[in-house]
């Protein structure tokens, strides 16, 4: 047996669309599937988790013990973009404060959460073990370093890094170049 999903299993999950060459790992735990999106050329591998209204562009890998909580708010990542393993994505989290009560069993009146969609922007790219909190926009060309937090929206083409994550220097376009060339090859070989 295959370790992703068929074609047909995953039309049979029930997402809102998916596209064409598309790879999940069957040891992937997928929640709302038809509030989401997953574009072509995608692959998510094992142990990875989604939940919530989540719209996944083309050319992206989702690596291994992932987890995306998007919840209602929601959360895009668009063309091109990687999300590296042990990465964690949140559009919602607790107040810590003491103030109030907190987790998904609590009735919502004991409960205060702060809330905003993230959104990962072409090219960007999320290195190991980083934590994304809520309503943070990873800019164009963005590459966040391993181990960092995440907890504002971030300038295009730059690295990051740290905890909390701190520009680093700018972030070379010339993957823009490559991608360029791929989607040139591609549609060379659709028109053959």
């Keep these: ?16 669309s998916v596209g064409e060459d598309v790879l999940i790992s069957r040891k992937a735990s997928i929640y709302g599937a038809e509030k989401m999106k ?33 919840g209602s708010v929601g959360m895009e990542v668009e063309d091109c973009s990687g999300i590296s393993s042990k990465v964690v994505l949140y559009s919602s989290s607790d107040d810590y404060s003491g103030d109030y009560l907190f987790g998904p069993i609590c009735p919502d009146k004991y409960r205060k959460l702060s809330e905003g969609k993230v959104i990962l922007r072409k090219f960007s790219l999320i290195g190991s073990g980083c934590t994304v909190l809520p309503g943070s926009e990873i800019g ?4 966040v370093g391993a181990m960092s937090l995440v907890h504002k929206s971030l300038k295009p083409w730059t690295i990051y890094a740290g905890i909390p994550c701190k520009e680093i220097k700018p972030r070379s376009k010339h993957l823009l170049e490559l991608y360029s060339q791929l ?10």
């Design 1 to 16: 047996m295959n370790s992703f999903y068929s074609k047909t299993e995953l039309k049979q999950i029930g997402f809102k």
């Design 38 to 70: 997953i574009g072509e050329h995608v692959r998510i591998d094992d142990f990875c988790i989604l939940s919530g209204e989540i719209s996944i562009g083309n050319y992206i890998h989702i690596a291994a013990y992932s987890a995306l909580f998007a």
């Design 140 to 143: 164009e060309g963005c590459s």
């Design 183 to 192: 989607i040139q090859e591609e549609n060379t070989a659709v028109i053959k």
